[in-house]
């Protein structure tokens, strides 16, 4: 089944993405300690007439858009660093096992090379797009905040309505450069203004944006479009686990689908230093796990993205594995929905 | 307006400041995102008849009294790095614009070049009373703790009555050496000691002392003095919040002024790894930003400071921008006193 | 006294230890600021009459069991840095002097040179029950994980009936390698296995297992055993100080006898980044010295060890500072027994 579920996402995926490397995979060749990277290479998973998710895995090494925000390079690094640590994790959380009920594929390398990031991004959308379309879920692993246009086009061209929760510091809606060129600070706007999808402007909640990071202009912007400012000050006040399930309630809504996206920058630096714009405050490393294993667990989510991760400031790999232990613990919430 | 208050600000201060780097300043040029750094710069504040408070930053790149302490120099390239990060803030929390309320004057920075230490402090006790004298409330960013002792000497001449509050994991009221010259762990001995002014021990307050930092002696000193220590131990026992308000009641009582001193120390390293003497445990960011807060809105807050800064040790700016946050959280402080 | 206990303990210790290197002790020299260095190395301790506790200081620099199980080498020099940062503490809490209560005597390094890895646990068991059966309580710093299995079976032959509470993020009951062989994976699945002590897997605990960080496979071994495994998220969802005050009562139950087991990376690797195998997410600073403070002053505790910091990975000695400030909070617990 494993196989014949690889088979069918690479044919779809055909020329478009370079298989997964196999040397991200080191195994223990222990028995009694599988490793998810064990599952991906070579076990099987769950028992075929079980299956009620996949999971798929698409690395997108774009970091052109961070440049172009005047940001730090070195995003484009994240998703191999990312999925190395993924791959050495247990797919088991001290109660259950992640493969008794989903199935995760990595799915490979989107093909950017010499593409503009524009041409990048049409390419990214069309094989969300199709993703999505053929019912998996894809678990996007970044690259910059860019990655996010093409991921709220894709979902937005798929579902009859849909949500937006953006986990981040920075509102990300700055205006285009020249009017006409996008990167790492404006998806949002991208995705609010595509004119092909239905964009609902009430289903668009920031999670986190902190203080003196974004401008009034911006937030401005933002509830011009009916959307929801949940500021990290008033996260606090108001306690984190309150706030994120009136985030998810806000963002899901009436929609058919809901897009989380996970700006890692919008975690403390103390949790998280490799990124592209660290921030001395932010989540910790707990809540960030909490929301990616709610994010996963709400049916409502269809797509997800992690991004902004930056290796070349990153401390011992401790933002990698923090970023792997996220996608796990989104994956262990896509597994509690059938429970 | 602002050139009037620069030009006066400038005017006293005369041979004893070097005005601001200009390079400090990095505009994004974008109208629809000001920064700190444009509105000290280049841009208009707050309407003339909106004035009700004028903050003055004053640099004071001295760590002389460190290296008499025993500890590691490098404070004394704190102002420059901080000042970095706080000039690409955005002036802007999510819901109130700084400069809607308050006006923010860069002063310069001290000249302290080849004065000995006992030189610097007596130029920077006259720099600090003068601002006093004249209405303003000095942000003054070190430097290691030694720049306290002036500190604390300006506001004694200038005030009837005044109060301390010393955000900090160690006392510092160390024994000067040879029992005549102060250091970085001697300020508030000077302080208490000093006999033109009226230094009330009972307005005396040390917030953080963590636990193996501090002897009996020096402890033992301060209840003599009438001081309260409030201990990192028994802070997290009582809670953050509610030490902080009984912290604040204790300094500020019925003085007419309170100087509320944050040597970055009492941060935990995580957060705030460059700094002169780092410690494993300690205050999270978001603690020490809500305490820079409530220092700025107390109306009683004459003066404050931020020491013990280390870029030396700092890890991708992360100590320098946490400061940086603190200082601006102390201005919507000040801003909110108002509302 | 305090000389003759030394000398008591270098006796019993002959040609297993190297003594203490005065070199880690750096005096101030300051009478009204004495070290936790300047008790061991100069001064007297407590009064002759008052003294009810001894804790002995064993430095065991063995990492042979880190590289055995494919874990990166340096936690041999952990013991060095640990002891470097502890004695330059001040043994005052704020509130108590330390040696008003209790004595600590630095029983030097154990003499592993040129041994296998069986061959220095040979030794450290020997050492460690001989400390054990004079009455002393132990304070172990290695080293790795794989010098627990010596503390085990020590405590083992010298109580008629022992708990274990293991502050971890893994379990570490891995199969020995070719069967035979243990190493720093191993040693609690070595102290249950092994046949002349008195093993009760009801009174074993494992506190802080992280999620993704340990097999079904080991996990269902603990519970054959009858042990306890608290997750790391169920403690996030039950309250930290709940769940540790349950833990210790599992672990104490109807024993004669605690061993409380810390392996650092237990806490999170921003507090703590100089460990073998750093993790994301963990327990905070505060809670480790909480939980040492705990154990020290749980009346049942009897051995104590600390391990698995690296000082190869160290950030400006956070991590050594961190393990140095919970020795003393275990000394402080210790202190409070009598209190």
Redesign the interface.
Known sequence: MLTSLRQTIAELLVNKVAPPKHELFRS?HDI???R?GDYLFSYEQVKETQINTVAVLLSVPQDLGVSRN?GRAGAAAAPYAILQSLYK???????D?LFDTIHLIDAGTLLLNNLTLEEGQALQENVVFTLLEHGFIPIIVGGGHEIAYPNGAAIGLHAMSFGILNFDAHTDV??LLDERLGHSGSPFRQIAEREDIAFNGNSFVEFG?Q?????????DYIHRLGGT?M?Y??I?QTGFHTSLQEALRIAENDNDALYVSFDIDAI????A?GVSA?????FT??EF?ETAYMAGRNPKTRLVDFVEMNPL?D?????A??V??GI??FC?GLAARHT
Chains 1, 2, 3 share one sequence.
């Not at 203080?211 to 937030?219: V, Y």
């Not at 660290?278 to 932010?282: F, S, T």
């Not at 401390?315 to 933002?319: E, S």
């Open positions: 223990r009694s300690d599988p998810i005047g994790l247990t797919p088991f959380n001290g109660e096992s700055r205006p944006i203080p003196c990071a974004s401008s009034r202009s911006h937030c400012i500021t000050t008033s606090r403390a630096s103390a949790y230093p660290p921030a001395a405050i932010g490393a707990d796990i400031y401390i011992d790999n401790r933002t594995k923090l792997a232990l796990a613990s262990f």
